[in-house]
């Protein structure tokens, strides 16, 4: 981290101003008050302290610059501004601040002045010859109407001097922040003019003090203006989120069934959102302290905006998301588990994997899972997702499912024939009687009965077609056929068939045999047909 920071602007926010004094001046003064006594102790103790600093250490350097601190607050209530002592101690002040920060940041520091003694105070006058001399003074006291406006100026800049010690650099950021303060001592030096009595000593006080504020100020409009180069367009900069926010909703969720393209947008947009939101938090935060461009109820609508109405919406999406896609993935895995349980020796399992379009179904099926898999497998690594099902597995058994499935058809095919045939010479009479009046019987390659006749009987109340209840007797015989037939695509497939001989029904043919049911079975070999 730099040391240029609010705490540094604080430390040097009493950077004052004095005549470059040379040293052995003040070593020369007759007199040298106890208040700047004191100080130039404390800066001899912090320049050997300084002296031991290792570049770099930022924490030393805080320490250094808090003791600096209240230094220039003491310096700045000396009574004699005009001492060498005083403008010696101020500029070592300066000197020492300058350096320490340079120093911490690692930066090479710029030569310090040798360090004014503490006991300066004990030592002998310099001859006369050797002092500067003042301008000569006014005598006396003040004019009465004099006095009153001195003592109305002397309380403004003094409040005016102790605002800008306290002041943050950054706020002067804000043109209307820095025109105030450029306004309040404008004033005050124009209000300065005024005076008939200039060189009076509590006058000569009172522009000294101006003077101070002046320079203070324009110490906090260079820390303020490298603050804000360092920023860059913060408004800009702030619009943009502001407006990026507006176009760029938090996408919504993706619901089922899923189609792979809106997971795959979805994948692409929310860790991007994300990104953003993170980093515009960032620079958000950034600010406080650092920068008064933005007010600050403007950064907490815009970091609300983004914390509640941005991230949240898409950590739920997210987290809805996650949850959708493990259970599309895993009914998919499901399917696979089914495929490689089922047997092709049982005559059941074998009926159902080998219906026409039943293998084609299974395989799209599996190249769907695999889709699905690998949509899942890049939303996973878009996300960072930790403790992710291992997708790469899920994917390598859907692959092997294929050529499993494939084998287990044709295993199937090989084993399917039609059901064993009865010996129920009425019944197979029956059923190509009726084959031979309702349809074309070209393509039955063979009829084998499977069942013998049943009889059945109900009695139901019913209503009729004005709607009167009615009671209806049904009685019937049936008996299940099966048929070999050669389809449209050159295969063959089993049919199953229900004949019905009905008796008494209010609505079907009476005494004789109709197809009550027919059904498409599995597929069939052409050799398997006979056995």
């Known amino acids: 981290m730099r040391l240029w920071s609010r705490s540094l602007f604080l430390a040097l926010s009493l950077s004052l101003t004095a005549p470059l004094w040379p040293v052995h001046q003040a070593a020369q003064a007759a007199e040298v008050e106890p208040v700047v006594a004191e100080v130039l102790g404390v800066l001899a103790d912090v320049q050997g302290r300084y002296d031991a600093m290792q570049a770099g250490d930022v924490r030393t350097g805080n320490d250094l610059l808090r003791i600096l601190k209240p230094l220039s607050i003491k310096l700045s209530h000396a009574q004699n501004k005009h001492d060498p002592a005083w403008g010696a101690a101020v500029a070592q002040y300066n000197a020492l601040n300058a350096a320490i920060v340079a120093k911490a940041n690692g930066a090479p520091p710029p030569e310090l002045p040798q360090a004014p003694a503490a006991d300066a105070a004990e030592r002998a006058p310099a001859p006369a010859t050797q002092q500067a001399r003042a ?85 906090h409009q260079g820390a303020s203006d490298e603050g804000a180069a360092e920023l860059g367009d913060v408004r800009g900069h702030f619009d943009e989120i502001d407006q990026w926010m507006q176009a760029n909703p938090a996408p919504a969720a993706p619901q089922p069934p899923f189609d792979p393209s809106s997971v795959r947008g979805f994948t692409e947009r929310a860790p991007e959102v994300r990104r953003r939101a993170t980093e515009d938090l960032a620079w958000l935060s950034s600010l406080e302290g650092n920068s008064y461009v933005i007010p600050p109820q403007e950064i907490d609508r815009l970091q609300s905006a983004i914390t509640f109405t941005r991230m949240k919406r898409l950590d739920e999406a997210i987290a809805q998301t996650t949850e959708n896609l493990d259970r599309w993935v895993e009914r998919y895995t499901g399917d696979v588990e089914r495929l490689e349980a089922l047997d092709p020796t049982d005559a059941d399992q074998r009926w159902g994997l080998l219906q026409r379009g ?26 960072g997702r930790e403790g992710a099902p291992d997708r790469a597995a899920t994917a390598a058994r859907m692959k092997a499912a294929v050529p499993m499935l494939k084998q287990k058809y044709q295993q199937g095919l090989s084993l399917q024939t039609l059901s064993p045939a009865l010996s129920a010479p009425e019944q197979l009479a029956a059923a190509k009687a009726l084959m031979a009046r309702d349809w074309d019987t070209k393509q039955v390659e063979r009829v084998v009965v499977v069942t013998q006749k049943a009889h059945h009987h109900e009695v139901k109340l019913e209503l009729n077609s004005y709607n009167e209840p009615v009671t209806n007797t049904y009685d019937w015989d049936t008996f299940v056929f099966q048929t070999a037939e050669k ?28 197809m009550d049911e027919r059904a498409e079975g599995a597929r069939i070999l052409p050799e398997n047909i006979a056995r």
């Open 135 to 219: 301008p000569a003074a006014d005598a006396g006291p003040l004019p009465s109407s004099e006095e009153a406006k001195w003592r109305r100026l002397d309380q403004q800049a003094r409040s005016i001097l102790v605002s800008l010690q306290g002041l943050d650099p950054a706020v002067l950021q804000v043109p209307e922040t820095r025109a105030f303060w450029e306004g309040k001592i404008a004033t005050l030096k124009q209000n300065m003019g005024t005076f008939q009595h200039p060189n009076h000593p509590k006058v000569v006080a009172l522009a000294q003090t101006v003077s101070d504020s002046e320079a203070l100020l324009k110490t």
């Open 358 to 383: 039943a293998l084609d179904a299974h395989l799209a099926s599996v190249e769907e899972g695999l889709e699905a898999v690998e949509v899942v497998a890049a939303y996973d690594a878009a996300l």
């Open 487 to 514: 389809t449209g695509e050159g295969e063959y497939y089993i049919f199953q068939n229900v004949a019905g001989f009905h008796t008494a029904d209010p609505v079907l043919r009476l005494n004789t045999w109709v």
